[in-house]
């Protein structure tokens, strides 16, 4: 029997104003952009005082094996490309993004609320479409990849 799972990230602040976030990440061709952070010695020092540098070093190799559009990015799997395609925008608070090619069905939402004038908040959510099996295999991989996600979402220099 399989059913939705949902995986939740912790709530993250992000220093700059909700609509310049959602901007940036509503076309994903902005987060190819990262990859240029991760040859600049300050960005990397951040990152290693968050995660170790092995952890660091997986994100780099997950972030150069992307490829994006401005509605989806892809990745080549051994199952084949999976995508994960934007298929709602809800200016300024909420994208939503669909697995296609996957093996289980699953959804994706980055949901945004204003801080302030100047800050906002996020939070990551995964819906997966999980038998209890498979769900105990995966649940503290899927856990832990939200919350990566969304701190690395947090710390995207989103004024440049």
Sequence with gaps: MS??????????EIPYPQDLVFNKLQDLRNLEKLRTHFSDPVFLEQL????????????RKRLEA???????????SPVGTMTLAIVEREEPKCIKFEAQGSPIG???WIQLLPNGEAASKMRVTLRADLNMFVRKMLEG???DGVEQLAEMLARIPYGI
Aim: negative net charge.
């Design 48 to 59: 290693e005082g968050k995660f170790d540098k092995s952890k660091v070093d997986e994100i």
């Design 3 to 12: 059913g939705n799972n949902d995986f939740v990230s912790s709530v993250k």
């Design 141 to 143: 991989k899927l856990t």
């Design 106 to 108: 699953m959804n994706m």
């Design 66 to 76: 992307l490829q994006f559009t401005q509605d989806s990015m892809a990745l080549d």
